[in-house]
């Protein structure tokens, strides 16, 4: 038994399967189309005929000595067990993380769309640009970007994604357009079964419901004026707190940080991160984003509703927008708003 292997770091060896564990971090979700069932035998029946070519990727499992967590590989590791072998061949990389795991898969387009970006999302709210990502990943700015737009697809389509009716992001990001503006129409295409959609029948779709608007006159300067007056009012913010008692500091520096703490949650994509994003996105644009429900509050952790009341403080003492309140605050929001409304970003 192998139950401690000698290994020495990158050396292909055979290791149990009793001491593997899959990674529950792994970037493959479990409805992955390479997980399912079918899948899965059929490389079982390829490995029983010529055997595991490709070694699986270790590092030590940071809690139990002696075993293991797959860095990639997973699929030949439940392969292995349904041809029914005891031990796989596997090399040890201690410095392999999710990020060597999604590069991994994207480059062997192992991945679905979906969980390309829900690991750009994850990136996104613990701090990195999308150019960082783009960087990361050796991938466009726009590829990142149209990755970033499926994280907040409509349920019809999000739906379809995760079914794998529709695997492009391309499409997806077609499909989302398409229901802002002819909902019906693209429901009824998502739910046949006998054909699935492609880019041209969604281009019916949008010509369909397309309706002649008068182009809206631009007001000359826009951009410069508004970044004028967001900058007159940050001085005024400032000779505001300035002029301060010490009290009010305190309470300004305490709404800022419950902010803080709001942006991270709702970048995280977890059960009450839409709650908290939601209240943020009603402080930027209450008649585009819609507004915040008050009952609310009940369903959030209590550190989570008190860091909301410390926010509304801050806003009653301020008196300002997040465009207003500083750049770093400003530019959070707009990421999020790219995050969770990626068709109000140019408003």
Request: net charge positive; proline share 5%; with cysteine.
């Amino acid at each position: 038994m192998l139950d401690a292997p000698m290994h020495t770091a990158g050396e292909a060896t055979y290791f149990d399967l009793a001491v593997i564990h899959e990674d529950e971090g792994n970037s493959r979700t479990a409805d992955n189309p390479g997980f399912s069932a079918e899948s899965i035998n059929e490389l079982a029946t390829s490995i029983k005929k010529k055997g595991i070519k490709s070694p699986i990727s270790l590092r030590p499992h940071p809690t139990m000595p002696g075993r293991f967590v797959i860095n990639h590989g997973h699929r030949r590791f439940r392969a292995a067990g349904v041809a029914g072998l005891t031990q796989v061949p596997a090399f040890v990389d201690a410095d392999f993380d999710d990020i060597d795991q999604v590069i991994e898969n994207v480059q062997r387009e192992n991945l679905t769309a979906r969980e390309i970006a829900d690991f750009i999302g994850r990136k996104l709210s613990e701090g990195m640009t999308q150019a960082d990502v783009a960087g990361m990943l050796g991938k466009s700015r726009a590829w990142v970007s149209q990755h970033v737009r499926m994280l907040s697809l409509p349920d019809p389509v999000a739906h379809a994604v995760v079914t794998g009716k529709v695997q492009d992001v391309t499409l997806a990001n077609e499909l989302a357009s398409a229901h802002r503006e002819a909902p019906a129409a693209v429901e009824a295409l998502l739910t046949k079964t006998d054909t699935k959609p492609t880019r041209s029948t969604v281009k019916e779709i949008r010509r369909d419901a397309k309706v002649a608007k008068p182009s809206p006159m631009r007001k000359p300067n826009r951009e410069a004026m508004a970044s004028a007056k967001a900058e007159l009012q940050r001085r005024r913010n400032r000779d505001a707190l300035a002029r301060s008692e010490p009290a009010d500091l305190s309470l300004h520096r305490e709404g800022v940080d419950a902010l803080w703490r709001l942006i991270k949650i709702a970048n995280q994509y977890t059960g009450q991160s839409k709650r908290v994003a939601d209240f943020l996105l009603a402080w930027w644009n209450a008649t585009s984003c819609g507004g915040f429900d008050l009952t609310d509050l009940w369903s959030v952790d209590r550190e989570i509703a008190d860091d909301m009341m410390r926010v509304l403080s801050l806003i009653r003492q301020t008196k300002a927008y997040p465009g207003t309140l500083s750049p770093t605050i400003h530019a959070a929001f707009k990421s999020l708003v790219t995050s969770r409304r990626p068709h109000l970003v140019d408003e």
